[in-house]
């Protein structure tokens, strides 16, 4: 295929870019061959001319079809090259969120920097099982392919996961052991996995820090095996480090913190018992504050404290030795701050009384003297001499700084070796795991001694990888059967060759170190001799001589010699570690012992440890423990890690570092490619491509291309089709190769295989197109020309319509006009007529209005002047009467003054004094009197004055004139001069009276104006306060009425609300306790299989009696006591030696019973809620009280009427005994003696009494045994049954005889232990009077008279004691209604206080406290009710029980009369009429078995029993119906003895059946069917009143009578809950391997979906293959549940129940696989899974079962398909989406969209800003962040009651069950 071909206009290719690494640009025009430049144009619209290499003329990379993009695997792609890979990377982690990806058989894991929820347990489950092509890559693939592997081929496997520091690796290793510890679990009880797990924060604590990459780095590398048993369960674990980097200990660069450990002591260090420590903050230490910034965000180091030491107490290092760790972790902080100090230039010396020394030598055990020594001095040994020299200050503090190295060094290897000690293997280990997280090739720009090692090591790895990708293609090939090509890779043996072999660089270090005066510029000279020339990967930097340079595989790196000697020896001075053996620290001795001494756990020394210096067996610790270098040490380790890998079948995890800013999802492309270089990821794509990396099936090669055949081209032969096809389409034959079962590739022509489909499904597009774009144009020509036609003719005939209407409407016009005109004339005539009547009558009204007014004048004027005339003269006449009456008043003013001069002349005598004294009392009266009058005159003064301010003016007139009048007179009246003047004085005063009298008139007036205007005012203020408070009346009314009715819909939509919840919680209840039911069940059969371990003699177990009133926790747990008390009896001979599983076996039964007293009080607690939907019933409890009284006065007339019955047969008695002792000696063996006619009369008496008495007796018992259970509110069973009952059967007696039996009954039962003798029957007693001449002593020789008379005595008393009984319970009750009436008081009290305090509310509260009062009390008296009434339908039951129990017997009793009856009798009485009752001779509905045949009828009927068989020959649920009737039979005899065994027989069998064959669905689904049919019947037989309302009277009569099964029906539903779950287990595990290839993966519609290309993971085909399950392989197995659950008689209902959890099932697991394959997600996809669930909704409605619920367990898939279809641009797209998928989470709906994948190049991709809307658009939803769906969650199941129409005297037992021995009755 010419390049041509490829390199066209419009083809995109790669091209370099410096900031992006690659870019992408597009052909303009075509590339021709020998063109240097191609015209490309890059994304932005920028055009460029890309040059080629004029040497290699080498084209760009060409880029992958858009479909291509964002595979799941890199070798997926056509185009195998960096920039296709770099691309993938970043599409997948950008766009999709996907941080992980497959490259071959390596997992890229790319570092989010971010928690993401992709690793909870419902992952883990996910996973589970699954191929590893057939998910979303994931490190949970990469684990579980390593555990199948593992299980599958037998062979060790290993995890090798390697990264930068801050990739990941860590996390990665930890979520693979984790992923072990969840699927395999441990083989015992010791929790293997926690430990293994709680090994991660210990070994992060001691061994990671905080860098400038990485918060949480790994300093270490390590090997982790877990092993496994036979049955690969987790029994142990073993670690190995390496290289733990030592100098961060002493050193930390910027930004970077020590080891975690000494930050989480310094954050502790406020903790009592860490006290002794003497720590403060991190800042106080040299060695924990050189990094700056001792502190990480997000992260509390006090809290990843707590988390450490409760990891360490998990692993059994107890508090003794954690404190010693901390101590010795503290005293290196100490030390590292002790100062050296100079003496002079070659020596150095502590300050005496360093308090930091002082401390570390307090912590450490030592002598201040010795270490203070030892730090400053250093012993030199010779052959004869021994020299102690100082040391300069530098060298002084390096050998602190090497103390502290190795102290750390040696505390971590003691850690390792408890934490291995902790996770050792009891058992012989059968295969392992191991995870290998290590650190990867690094690169810095100062690179030493550790970086020297850790690209030694990735040397290494890569080797092995590269071989093992070479042995895996060589492999593939071979099996294919294709021509094998030598693929050649990159062998990186030379260079490390270059580093471990002879005369290498570690041999060279090594022998440098032996050199007494050995230097890294020497050893730098020795290498530049040795290698320079020699070998082409050392080189040496030009400036620089103290460097080299070594061409990895990844990179050039350039390692500095400064450092390699000192790090490669460790040296540390040997006298500080004799002054640290000698501590009384026994931890501290510990770490600095021998070797040989401390071995790890698992026998592997740790010598595997590059860093722990070992000294060999036998020689001197002294001379020999350092001799080992860190070099030698690290190779000889990282051989065996390669040994142990070479063992083991790897698998790669590679971690990449998106960015060096630890940015969530940011992609650094040019980070990526170094890294993608350094892993080997790159390598593994060059490999791939070399060879044939595109691989296709012949069925999936047919099935995509088959566009690009012709029909004469498809063969029988699928195979040949290809073969055939391709050598068309391809030219060149070294381009592919035919296998066996595939077609390879090489790379790049998938690409052109695509390209060619391209361009095929686009010239169908065109060809579709075209005639698409034809036939739409003709069909709208002639939808125009029809329409220009049809406008046409419309138009015409508008046109002759408008013609017409003119017409018309010109005549209409003139007919109008003349009209018109007529009717103007005629309008103008009348109105001129009208005015002109109108003006002649306005003229004539006028006229005459204006003659009548003068008239009405002139008579006015005459009636004014005659008022006018009379009022002047009135005044007149006033005026002058005033004058005179005035005048006569001055005139007698003055003769009174006069006469008062006079008087006081007189007075001035003595005889005037003595006669005014005489007189002085009447005087005082008169003047007294004068006063009053005075009073009187001066009131009437004031009032004339009042009455002369109106003509004040003509007052003060007529004075001028009568003034002038006196003055003429002045000569007349001198005398009166002075009158005048006083006149003149008294009249100013009174004109200043009548002003001040005015003024305060006017104030008056006023007040009274004002005082008008307030109350009109206020009227009309409380006019509109009347209509406000009307109004408000009106609206308050109109708010009661809202509120009542909102109240009641309030209180509607709350019952119904709380009914929601209440059956929610139920549901939920349900669920809680039938998953307690699962665990207990499934710690039943782990005691079971403890049990079988632990007890191989033990006796067989017995059943011991228990009392009838049994619990359900007795009958239910009797499988388990019997295996206790076999325990106890084993427990006697157990050895010492199995103490382990001794306790085992003892938790596990105290869980059992726990668990057992949890399922009962969630039982209780589920009882107490279903209750509460059944008070609703209860009414009637005062219509009871009301009746009780007349039900008294009842019982106390039969009381009395039995007391006079009583004495009656005393009487009776007395008088017989008198008769047959008067007559001792007489014959009274005569039927015609007194003797004999009195014996018989008073027999017969006492029979017709008694059967008349026999039914007051009964209602008398009944009313007492109800009143009683009313009175006392608890069960008076036993009471019933026992002593009272046998009263009333004597009551019930007909004869003597039976009251004889009775007695005996008595006496049998113990209840009556008078009756020692057996009393003789009445027949034999009338015998004895008729034979020869009995005495009285020889008839009564066997005291059968004194035998009647106790007996009457007994009843006596017996009625004497219900008398009394009878006065207690009505003194009971006349106290409950005292108490009720005190309650009454205080209710009423209680409501008259809230009346009160309501009154005191405003009114709306008012209401509102009134209406809360009111449902408050109604709801209690509700309860009340509902309370009773359950009480009274107990009390009822009881009783119905009761009375058919009498009934039954008096029917008997009956019998027994009639036939009793001699023949004499007959004779010589007259017959009554007896209704003599017919003997049923059918089968009663019963079969009775004896006792030692119940195992047969167990083994027969259910252990040995066959369902097939039954199923289809006989009728469903016989087995139950069997076992119901033997139950039957147990409870007619009345033995509950039997009844017990049975029920508790039958239980253990069906559980016993079940754990035997409990994974055959047909098993399991018969013995449900049959449980609950034996539960049912139990409710349809137990009497109750809810169960009997559809029995049959015949059923009624098969009422079980004498025992209450109502527990054991509890214990039989609690069976039947757990035979349900272990179905639909049994279901799921049916369907479980069904679902995803029949509802994914499979095309139920050939050719919608097409196959994009696979990588080298194959995956599962959607092609149908043999063997291969689809959508018709689910529907025959759902056909299959359904006919055999409908063959063994199921309850409808429970089927329901059962196919809505198989549909659960079925959209679960479609839809979690769903959400974990990209590959899946597609809109064709989406096609084919609405189809495949339209046929499920078909099934539904061929079996009539669309109402069970199950189609909407469906509905998350079915929106999800949906989403799959919709479009997926705009915001109205998003607003439609969120309100389709209300059934999927947010997380859901996101991981769908950012799956899709389109797989043809005309669908389109969802855009990251879509995808951003839909989030927004959801982000308000309250749901739980879980992505999959749960998968074991089980609907709580119910068991309706369904009676069963069957009789039980119909059913026949087929003899094939082998049930001879049961006898019908």
Known sequence: MAASELYTKFARVWIPDAEEVWKSAELVKDYKQGDGVLQLQLEDG?????????????????????????????????????????????????????????????????????????????????????????????????????????????????????????????????????????????????????????????????????????????????????????????????????????????????????????????????????????????????????GGNPVIDGVNDAKEMSNTRQAFTLLGINESYQMGLFHILAAILHLGNVEVKDRDADSSTIPPNN???????????????????????????????????????????????????????????????????????????????????????????????????????????????NMHVFKLEQEEYMKEQIPWTLIDFYDNQPCINLIEAKMGILDLLDEECKMPKGSDDSWAQ?????????????????????????????????????????????????????????????????????????????????????????????????????????????????????????????????????????????????????????????????????????????????????????????????????????????????????????????????????KLRADKLRAACIRIQKTIRCWLARKKYLR??????????????????????????????????????????????????????????????????????????EHKAVLIQKMVRGWLARQWYKRSLEAIVYLQCCFRRMKARRELKKLKIEARSVEHYKKLNIGMENKIMQLQRRIDEQSKDNRAMNERLNGLESSHAVESERLRKEVTRLRTAEEEAKTNANKVTSLLEELARLRKELQ???????????????????????????????????????????????????????????????????????????????????EHLRLEERYDDLKESISVNA????????????????????????????????????????????????????????????????????????????????????????????????????RQELDSENKKLKHDLNEMRQLLGGNAGANTSVPGSPAYKVLLDQLNSSNEELEVRKEEVLILRSQLVSQKEAMQHKDEKETMTEPMAHTEDIRKMKDAGEITQAYIGLKDTNRSPRFVRKPLEVNELVNRLRSPAPDYHKLNEDGELWLVYEGLKETNRLLESQLQTQRRSHDNEVEVLRGELQSMKEENNRQQQLLAQNLQLPPEARIEASLQHEITRLTNENLDLMEQLEKQDKTVRKLKKQLKVFAKKIGELEGGQVESVSPGQTVDEPIRPVNIPRREKDFQGMLEYKKEDELKLVKNLILELKPRGVAVNLIPGLPAYILFMCLRHADYVNDDQKVRSLLTCTINSIKKILKKRGDDFETVSFWLSNTCRFLHCLKQYSGDEQFMKHNSNKQNDHCLSNFDLAEYRQVLSDLAIQIYQQLIKCMENILQPMIVSGMLEHETIQGVSGIKPTGLRKRTSSIADEGTYTLESILRQLNSFHSIMCQHGTDPELIKQVVKQQFYIIGAVTLNNLLLRKDMCSWSKGMQIRYNVSQLEEWLREKNLMNCGAKETLEPLIQAAQLLQVKKKTDEDAEAICSMCNALTTAQIVKVLNLYTPLNEFEERVSVTFIRTIQTRLRDRMESPQLLMDTKMIYPVTFPFNPSSLALETIQIPTSLNLNFLTRV
């Open 996 to 1078: 001040t009298t005015q003024s305060e008139k006017k104030v008056i007036e006023d007040w009274a104006e004002k005082y008008r205007d307030e109350m009109e005012k206020m009227v009309a203020e409380l006019k509109d306060q009347n209509g406000m408070l009307k109004t408000e009346k009106d609206d308050l009314n109109r708010l009661i009425q809202e509120q009542s009715l909102q109240m009641t819909e309030k209180m509607r939509r709350a019952l119904q609300e709380e009914t929601q919840q209440l059956e929610s919680d139920l549901n939920e209840e349900r669920s809680r306790y039938q998953n307690l039911l699962t």
């Open 526 to 754: 020795k290498l530049y001799n040795t290698h320079l020339k020699t070998c082409a990967l050392f080189q040496k930097p030009r400036m620089s001589n103290r460097a080299f340079i070594i061409q990895h595989f990844a990179d050039k790196v350039e390692y500095q010699c400064d450092g390699f000697l000192e790090k490669n020896k460790d040296t540390v001075n040997e006298e500080q570690i004799h002054v640290l053996k000698a501590s009384k620290f026994d931890l501290l001795v510990e770490l600095f012992q021998d070797e040989e001494k401390a071995t790890t756990p698992t026998g592997a020394t740790t010598g595997k440890r590059v860093l722990s210096v070992k000294p060999d067996k036998g020689r001197p610790s002294s001379s020999k423990e350092h001799k080992k270098t860190v070099g030698l040490q690290f190779r000889n380790s990282l051989h065996l890690l390669m040994e142990t890998l070479n063992a083991t079948t790897p698998h790669y995890v590679r971690c990449i570092k998106p960015n060096d800013f630890k940015h969530a999802f940011t992609f650094d492309p040019k980070r990526a490619v170094q890294q993608l270089r350094a892993c080997g990821v790159l390598e593994t794509i060059r490999i791939s491509a070399a060879g044939f990396p595109s691989r296709w099936t012949y069925q999936e090669f047919f099935s995509r291309y088959r566009v690009l055949m012709k029909q004469k081209d498809v063969l029988a032969d699928k195979k040949l089709t290809c073969k055939n096809v391709l050598e068309q389409l391809v030219q060149d034959p070294d381009k592919y190769q035919f296998g066996k079962t595939k077609i390879f590739f090489r790379a790049g022509q998938v690409a052109y295989l695509e």
């Open 1099 to 1198: 006796p067989k177990p017995g059943h011991r009696r228990t009392d009838s009133t049994h619990s359900s926790n007795e009958s239910e747990s009797t499988y388990i006591s019997e295996f206790a008390e076999s325990e106890e009896g084993s427990r006697a001979g157990e050895d010492m030696t199995r103490g382990g599983d001794m306790s085992t076996f003892l938790k596990m039964q105290k869980r059992v019973t726990e668990l057992e007293q949890e399922k009962h009080s969630l039982q209780n607690e589920l009882d107490r809620r279903e209750e509460q939907f059944q008070r609703a019933r209860a009414r009637d409890d005062e219509e009871h009280k009301k009746a009780r009284g007349a039900e008294l006065e009842y019982e106390s007339l039969k």
């Open 46 to 290: 920028e055009e460029i001319e890309h040059k080629l290499d004029p040497k290699t003329k080498n084209l760009p990379h060409l880029r992958n079809p858009d479909i291509l993009v964002g595979e799941n695997d890199l070798t997926a792609l056509s185009y195998l090259h960096e920039p296709a890979v770099l691309h993938n990377l970043k599409v997948r982690f950008i766009d999709s969120k996907l941080i992980y990806t497959y490259c071959g058989i390596v997992l890229v894991a790319i570092n989010p920097y971010e928690n993401l929820p992709i690793y909870g347990s419902d992952i883990i489950n996910a996973y589970s099982g699954q191929n590893m092509g057939d998910m979303d890559p994931h490190i949970f693939a990469v684990a579980e392919e390593a555990y199948k592997q593992m299980a599958r081929d037998e062979r060790n496997q290993s995890i090798i996961v390697s990264g930068e520091s801050g990739a990941g690796k860590t996390v990665s290793a930890k979520y693979a052991m984790r992923y072990f510890a969840t699927v395999s679990g441990s083989a015992s009880e010791a929790n293997v996995e926690e430990k293994v797990l709680a090994s991660n924060p210990i070994m992060e604590s001691i061994g990671n820090a905080k860098t400038t990459r990485n918060d949480n780095s790994s300093r270490f590398g390590k090997y982790i095996e877990i092993g496994f048993d036979r049955r690969y369960h987790i029994i142990g674990a073993n670690m190995r480090t390496y290289l733990l980097e030592k100098s961060r200990v002493v050193f930390q660069a910027d930004e970077e913190r020590n080891y975690h450990i000494f930050y989480q002591l310094c954050a502790s260090s406020h903790l009592p018992e860490l006290k002794a420590l003497k720590l403060g903050s991190a800042n106080d230490f040299l060695y924990t504050k050189q």
């Open 784 to 857: 125009m020309k029809k329409a220009a036609i049809n406008i046409q003719r419309h138009v015409r005939g508008y046109q002759a319509r408008r013609l017409v209407k003119f017409m018309r409407r010109t005549r209409a016009a003139i007919i109008i006009q003349k009209y018109q005109r007529m009717y103007t004339e005629r309008t103008r005539f009348k109105r001129k007529k009208a005015a002109a009547l109108a003006m002649q009558c306005i003229l004539r009204a006028y006229m005459a209005r204006q003659h009548y007014k003068g008239l009405v004048r």
């Open 355 to 465: 308090g930091h020394l002082t401390t570390f030598c307090e912590l450490m055990g030592v002598t201040y003297q010795d270490m203070s020594h030892w730090l400053c001095h250093k012993k030199l040994k010779t052959a004869t001499e021994t020299y102690i020299k100082t040391i300069p200050k530098i060298q002084a503090t390096n050998a602190r700084d090497a103390l502290a190295k190795h102290i750390y060094a040696k505390l971590f290897n003691w850690i390792v070796d408890h934490v291995n000690k902790a996770l050792h293997a009891n058992v012989k280990q059968h295969s392992f795991i191991g995870v290998l997280d290590i650190y990867g090739f690094e690169t810095f720009e100062i690179n030493s001694f550790e970086q020297f090692c850790i690209n030694y090591a990735n040397e290494k790895l890569q080797q092995q990888f």
